[in-house]
Every structure is written in C-alpha cells, then in structure tokens.
Nanobody, 123 residues
Framework: QVQLVESGGGSVQAGGSLRLSCAGFGYIDWIRMGWFRQAPGKEREGVAAISPASGRTYFADSVKGRFTISRDNAKRTMYLQMNNLKPEDTAVYYC?????????????????WGQGTQVTVSS
C-alpha cells in the first residue's frame, strides 16, 4: 500500500524557518514528487517539485530563493526547507508523488497525496 506521510509543520514568526518532511512507503521509484499548499478560501497551489532520478527541481515564483526541495533516496524521504517565512506562506502543506512527469505545478498530475501538515506564520 502506497502511503505518503508529512511531518514538520508548526507555527513560527515571520522570518523564521521550518523543514517539512515527506516519507514515502510502498513505492520508491517516483518520477516526480512535489509540495503543494492550500490556504483557507484559496485553491491548492504548487510550491515546489523534484524529479528524484535527475535531481531537477521546480519552484513557484513566490518561494524562489526562500524554499529548497531535496530528496534522500536512501531514506525515501523528501524535504522542503522553508526560510524567511512570510504570513502569506500560511497554509496546509501537502506532499504528492506520481509515476509520470506531467506539469509539476498541477495537482492533477499527482495520484498519491499525504494528509497535509499545517504551517502558520505570524507577523
């Protein structure tokens, strides 16, 4: 059974940092893995993605220079390091994975999803 489990969310003040983790169980050869977020009243948006085999990364303009994405293949875990957090980064963050390489920022490109972890940034 395939399962993605996020951890690392929490509450921080603006300018602070958090690192999210996404552990994958049941499958290891993902073609694409990504992080999405959804704030109250807003649509889910792509934040970052990584192709585990090549290491290629993708970022939304709103997080470029502040967030980094990485993958530890041995641990089957993906990370999202979030620095210089802003109140507008407040959202539930989801990790996602798929066996194909569709548009990285479209949620429809991912079949498997984690349960989400809350990130709250106060000003």
């Amino acid at each position: 059974q395939v399962q993605l489990v996020e951890s690392g969310g929490g509450s921080v003040q603006a300018g602070g940092s958090l690192r999210l983790s996404c552990a994958g169980f049941g499958y290891i050869d993902w073609i694409r893995m990504g992080w999405f977020r959804q704030a109250p009243g807003k649509e889910r948006e792509g934040v970052a993605a990584i192709s585990p085999a090549s290491g290629r990364t993708y970022f939304a303009d709103s997080v470029k220079g502040r967030f980094t994405i990485s993958r530890d293949n041995a641990k089957r875990t993906m990370y999202l390091q979030m620095n210089n957090l802003k109140p507008e980064d407040t959202a539930v963050y989801y990790c996602a994975a798929d066996l194909s390489s569709g548009s990285w920022s479209q949620s429809a490109s991912y079949k498997y999803w984690g349960q989400g972890t809350q990130v709250t940034v106060s000003s």
